[in-house]
């Protein structure tokens, strides 16, 4: 890593601790952990395919480093986490929102598409601010590049999110706030290919504060589908409608998503 960057290997060491707060070994082993949890939570994957496929380097040091960790084992975390999952759906089966309007869950594609990106490390509850707005630091950057450039964009914003903030340490919580241009970025103001694919996702009508219910609300939604499962990749929201009254905004959140089976789904609502 610090050859690419074109550092020396102390100099890249000092450099990268002093940016993301952590050493480069502690980020690693931190980000294997928590796509550990995940898969944990989500699949039925064989431990000791997980264990390998994370790198690490037999099954018996990744149920060390797990448990270590997180309290439990591989094996009894993926079963108080199935306890958990089923009580949810059994209360929450006609949830629709406290607070806010929660839509049915969908299942369809989204359009591969290039954005620009700056990146956001920080709690992801703490920003208040509407994209785009006067004190908005995020996509109002991107924005405001692509115009000084004459680049052809669009003022819709994208967060892709890839941090869990129940386990991801506060400032170590990684946002790319995006918005549709087919530029070049430069420094700051990165691009960033989105790949697209298949999504499951639903509409959330109301105040921001809230948002954190149609994310519970659309993973509940693949839980209790018989055609689709979870995979891995991080989920998107995308603002509809931003409005200076919140109870008036719209915004959807998707989470990727596998067939069970070879049909296809039906395209997400626009």
Not at 92 to 98: L, T
Not at 134 to 149: G, L, T
Not at 150 to 157: D, F
Request: with cysteine; net charge positive; proline share 7%.
């Amino acid at each position: 890593m610090a050859r690419r960057s074109g550092y020396s290997p102390f100099h890249f060491h000092r450099l990268f601790s002093d940016a993301v707060g952590e050493t480069p070994k502690q980020h690693v082993e931190r980000l294997r952990l928590e796509r550990a949890v995940y898969r944990v939570c989500v699949t039925e994957e064989r431990f000791i395919d997980m264990a390998l496929s994370l790198g690490f380097q037999n099954p018996e040091t990744f149920t060390r480093r797990f448990k270590a960790a997180f309290g439990l084992s591989p094996r009894a975390y993926r079963a108080a986490a199935k306890q958990w999952q089923a009580a949810r759906l059994e209360a929450n089966r006609d949830f629709r929102g406290d607070g806010c309007i929660l839509s049915e869950v969908w299942f369809g594609r989204l359009p591969a598409q290039r954005f620009l990106a700056v990146r956001r490390m920080a709690p992801y509850l703490d920003y208040s601010k509407p994209p785009f707005s006067p004190d908005d630091a995020y996509w109002a950057k991107a924005a405001a590049f692509a115009a000084a450039r004459g680049l052809a964009h669009e003022r819709l914003a994208y967060a892709i999110s890839y941090d869990d903030p129940t386990l991801t340490p506060p400032d170590q919580q990684r946002l790319d706030a995006c918005i549709p241009c087919d530029g070049e970025g430069e420094g700051e103001v990165r691009s960033l290919v989105f790949e697209g694919g298949l999504y499951a996702g639903a509409e959330h009508r109301g105040d921001p504060q809230t948002l954190i219910q149609c994310y519970r609300h659309v993973a509940d939604g693949i839980r209790r589908s018989t055609a689709y499962v979870f995979t891995e990749g991080p989920p998107v929201q995308i603002f509809r409608h931003i409005d200076a009254d919140p109870a008036r905004n719209r915004t959807e959140v998707y989470f990727p998503v596998a067939r069970k089976n070879r049909q296809d789904g039906p395209a997400p609502r626009s």
